[in-house]
Structure formats: structure tokens, C-alpha cells
């Protein structure tokens, strides 16, 4: 019997550690590589490195599935940084995000614009929304060359659920305002609103980076509802409408993003072997 008690008590044991002293062994790790390539991009590049990173796909806690955005404790998280900075020293954000909060983003990307240093934004896979709001402020943003950003048209919340500010002002003034109820003329004048404000936050981030016509290109483009919120706009598009785009990045940050891992737990199969250089090519690095 005291054999089995034993046994029970290993085990016991056994599942405490693997359940809950593993990952946080393993966490505690993942923490310590990413500082350490952190630490090496601010001496390398002379600025503060700060990381707003999402993972758009859906993770499971206890079963309850759990999606990341940018909100107000990542603005202040952020902020927090921005002022921890010195006016002579540049800041690099590194952001992986499906966008989020208007007022959040806004105020990150006012801090950001506001600091004295050279500001880039660096995007390795997409920063739609809220993300490119914040990356408007940047003085460059710096892309993989298959990276998006997306329009940051205003969105507004309805019983029915969100809807883009330009469609609800295109149906009332196609209709007329005497065809459409009392709801909708209210929803048309949030949307009015929520457009001009847009506007004029986009106009601030450009200003003293582009000319008045490429600024109202780039309004048209990305605030007045030329695509839906979701499209893919490339470095390509943004370097055309007169964005300082540059669609290199350090290997670095890639290394930095596989320390992100996202949760197995129905997680989409990928899988590949990594490629080996040939030695010519080794040689010629």
C-alpha cells in the first residue's frame, strides 16, 4: 500500500512539474532569447526597440477562445516607453497586429510622431487598422516585401453589428435624406464625424513628410472607403502613394518573431525543413 501511495505521489509530482514548471521554465526562456535580440537591435541601430505583437488566430484557454487587439493597456504600455525615451535616441517598433481600438491606436501614434528621434516602424508579416494608423507616424516603415497594411476607414458599431463609416454616408446621400429613418440620419452623422476626424489624425501624422496632394492621395486611399477594411495594401501601393516605405528587414526581427510561438491547439498544419546553403553561398555571406 505504501508502495502505491508512493507511486500516487510521483506521479503527482511528476504532472505538477510537467503542467505547470515546464512552461513556465520554457516561457522564462522564450523571454530571455527575445530580450537578448532586442537588446542587440537597439545597439545596432541606436534606438529604443519596443514590440506591439498580436496573434490574429484564435488560442484556447479552459476551452475559451481568447483574440488580441490593440487596446488601452497596450497604448499606455507604450506610451510608457515612448517617454522613457531620450529626445536624441531613435525608436524602433516592431509591430505584428489585426489593428484594434481607435482611441489606443491614435494615442500610440501621436506619442510616436510627437518624439524628436527617428521613428520606424517595422512590419514583418501585416499591422491592418489601427496598426497602420501607428504606422503613418513613423518617419520610415520598413516591410517584408509580401507584408500589408489596410485602410483605416472609421468603423461604427450598430445593433446589427459594425459598419464602415463611407458606405453609411454613400446610402444616405444616394437615397436622400428624406428616404432613409431617423436611426440611419443619426448613424450617418456619427460616420460624417467619425470620417473628418479620421482625416484630420491622418493629416497630422503626414504632416511635414508629404506634400498636400499626396497627403489627400493618401486619405482617399486609406480613410474614404476605396477598399474594405480587410484588404491587403502592399509596400508597393504605399511607396506609390509617396510613403517612405523600405521593404527590407534585419534577419533579426524574423528570429524575433519565431520567439512569438503561437499555441498549438488547433493550430493551422504548417510545416517545411529549413533550407541549407549551398557552401558557394555560404562563402559569398
Known amino acids: 500500500m505504501d508502495g502505491f501511495t508512493d507511486f500516487l505521489w510521483l506521479f503527482f509530482i511528476l504532472w505538477v512539474f510537467l503542467t505547470f514548471i515546464t512552461p513556465q521554465m520554457r516561457y522564462s526562456a522564450l523571454r530571455k532569447a527575445r530580450a537578448n535580440i532586442i537588446r542587440g537591435l537597439e545597439v545596432m541601430y541606436n534606438s529604443k526597440v519596443i514590440t506591439l505583437i498580436h496573434r490574429q488566430e484564435r488560442i484556447s484557454l479552459f476551452g475559451i477562445p481568447i483574440y488580441k487587439f490593440i487596446d488601452i493597456e497596450d497604448s499606455e504600455e507604450v506610451l510608457r516607453a515612448i517617454r522613457s525615451t531620450p529626445p536624441d535616441k531613435g525608436i524602433m517598433l516592431i509591430m505584428h497586429t489585426p489593428g484594434g481600438l481607435m482611441l489606443a491606436a491614435s494615442q500610440i501614434a501621436l506619442a510616436l510622431k510627437r518624439h ?93 513628410k508629404l506634400s498636400q496632394d499626396k497627403m489627400e492621395l493618401v486619405i482617399d486611399r486609406l480613410v474614404m472607403g476605396r477598399y474594405t477594411h480587410d484588404w491587403p495594401i502592399t509596400a508597393e501601393e504605399l511607396k506609390e502613394l509617396g510613403l517612405n516605405v523600405k521593404t527590407e528587414i534585419p534577419p533579426a526581427i524574423y528570429s524575433l518573431m519565431s520567439l512569438y510561438p503561437q499555441e498549438a491547439v488547433r493550430r493551422p498544419a504548417v510545416e517545411y525543413l529549413p533550407t541549407i546553403p549551398h557552401k558557394s553561398e555560404t562563402l559569398m555571406k
Open 116 to 208: 524628436p528621434g527617428k521613428k520606424i516602424v517595422v512590419v514583418p508579416h501585416y499591422a491592418m487598422s489601427g496598426g497602420t494608423l501607428i504606422a503613418l507616424a513613423a518617419d520610415e516603415i520598413w516591410m517584408d516585401p509580401d507584408a500589408v497594411l489596410g485602410p483605416v476607414d472609421p468603423q461604427i458599431g450598430t445593433q446589427s453589428g459594425t459598419l464602415p463609416a463611407p458606405s453609411i454616408v454613400k446610402v444616405v446621400r444616394e437615397k436622400g435624406v428624406d428616404k432613409v429613418d431617423d436611426n440611419t440620419l443619426i448613424l450617418a452623422d456619427i460616420a460624417e464625424k467619425a470620417l473628418n476626424q479620421t482625416k484630420d489624425l491622418v493629416k497630422k501624422l503626414l504632416e511635414g
